[in-house]
């Protein structure tokens, strides 16, 4: 008479646990780096733009004012590249503003992501549905990732589709070409939510198909 038993090797499960968290880990890491890598480049952008037109505009209010009395002409054209000054500094912090916070909150995905496209200046048909109940986390995350693709798809027409696909929002861009893909940060903002992206080539298009959980 013999026994039987039955021996359950848990070797496979414990091995694929540490590469899920090796890989959890790896995704995380790539966030913060592209996080950071962000910071550095709105910094730039702070310095290297703003200020320095700023600067810029300080010196032309002086040569304004110095030309009141003897070139009041002179002193109309400098207020006038003054006034050219100010407004083009004023779009330059809407769009670092749109970069640090978007204006999700004010106007919703859609005039987002379209302010977003015309300050790359990338021809975009924008169509999004998504009801005020999807959490903001989730509508942020499938707005980064679209402005991560529209920054690569240089210049192209560009269409993005957003709706809500039973408990979950999912997202497609599609750019007209073969164009250059995004980096792993963009599927990592997407499965750190719990969601899958797809990136696929298909007659003569890019496409970008993601899918996040509204429920986890």
Known sequence: MSDNCTIVDGGHDEGAKTVEITELRASR?????????????????LHD???QELIGLAADVERASAAIETDPQAATEHLEEIR?????????????????HPALDAGGLGPALRFAAAGAGVPTRVDVAV????????VAAVYFCCLEVVGVVDGVTTTIAVRELGDALSFE????????TSGPELRDRVEALGGSLVIRTEAARTVWAGSVPLRR
């Open 29 to 45: 890491r790539r966030l913060l780096l592209a996080a950071d890598a962000e910071r550095r480049s709105i910094e730039r952008a």
């Open 173 to 180: 861009i599609a750019a007209d070409g073969e164009v250059g």
């Open 84 to 100: 050219r000054g100010i407004r083009h500094v004023l779009d330059q912090m809407r769009t670092v503003a749109n970069r640090i």
């Open 49 to 51: 733009g703003v200020q």
């Open 131 to 138: 009801g005020a109940s999807v959490p903001s986390e989730i």
